[in-house]
């Protein structure tokens, strides 16, 4: 089973700074991108950064020049630097794998961690 933990969350004020983690563990036998996501209250949950194991990064608009995601496929681990944080990116904030357990399985499922929160707030 494949399990992600999200760390690094927490409060911080506006135009500050925090780090997300992300751990995956588990058995996978290849990972197709890792993402975040994240989920406002009374909001839909949204992308905010995906990068494919090409090494091709996608970002919401309103994070982009903001936020900035690593990963290490090998490793199963990324990160989301995240600069000039605002209200509006107040969140609980989701790390994903898209991946498949192994070689039979033909389609990659998506996998979640349970979420940080980040709040954004003077």
């Known amino acids: 089973q494949v399990q992600l933990v999200e760390s690094g969350g927490g409060l911080v004020q506006p135009g500050g700074s925090l780090r997300l983690s992300c751990a995956a563990s588990g ?3 290849s990972i197709n991108a890792m993402g ?3 989920q406002a209250p009374g909001k839909e949950r949204e992308l905010v950064a995906r990068i494919t194991s090409g090494g091709v990064s996608d970002y ?5 020049g ?3 995601m690593t990963r290490d496929s090998a ?3 990324a990160t989301l630097q995240m600069n000039s944080l605002k209200p ?3 969140a609980v904030y989701y ?3 898209d991946g498949r357990r192994a070689p039979w ?3 990659p499922s998506r996998y979640w961690g349970q979420g940080t929160q980040v709040t954004v707030s003077s």
Request: glycine share 0%; with cysteine; net charge positive.
């Open 27 to 29: 058995s996978i036998f």
């Open 36 to 38: 975040w996501y994240r």
């Open 60 to 64: 919401a608009d309103s994070v982009k």
């Open 66 to 68: 903001r936020f900035t």
């Open 75 to 77: 490793k199963k681990t």
């Open 88 to 90: 509006e990116d107040t």
């Open 95 to 97: 790390c994903t794998i």
């Open 105 to 107: 399985v033909q389609s």
